[in-house]
């Protein structure tokens, strides 16, 4: 399920338009990369709705920025490829300005996505003490 509907994105995020069949897919996408960002934390039980409404606030900014990345990228099948921007792949196309690396391609994200995560403390991937919000 996806931490954004269509209203947040548009009337509070106020982000670039999209046809509101499309915003859907791409809401379903931006929150898995939010859920892999963040180490499935809010995955488990219904912690979304438990935690404090400014990390509640941040995770759907975070959400709609990577929405808005999809958008303004041209769509959720790019990939970057290599160790930096020298490749490529959008779809069926790809292009390679240099040495391939051997490592696993990873998912693009928004330049902002993660400052709207930080303060959170969902980026966190160290051992800490069981707190029942988290």
Do not use: C, H, W
């Not at 670039?16 to 960002?37: G, H, I, N, P, W």
């Not at 180490?39 to 219904?46: Q, R």
């Not at 509640?56 to 303004?72: G, H, P, R």
């Not at 292009?95 to 693009?108: D, Q």
């Amino acid at each position: 399920m996806a931490y954004i509907d269509y209203t947040f994105y548009t009337n509070d995020y106020k982000g670039t338009s999209v046809d509101e069949s499309e915003f859907a897919k791409l809401a379903e996408r931006a929150s898995e990369v939010v859920d892999q960002l963040t180490g499935y934390k809010l995955k488990t039980g219904n912690r979304f709705d438990n935690l404090p409404t400014f990390v509640q606030e941040q995770v759907k900014k975070a959400t709609a920025a990577q929405v808005e990345f999809y958008i303004l990228s041209g769509g959720t099948d790019i990939a970057i490829t290599g160790d930096d921007i020298t490749g490529v792949a959008v779809g069926k196309f790809s292009y390679g300005g240099g040495n391939r690396s051997s490592g696993k391609e990873r998912e693009p994200i928004a330049d902002n996505l993660l400052d709207y995560l930080r303060p959170t403390g969902l980026l966190y991937s160290g051992i800490g003490v069981f707190d029942s919000a988290y």
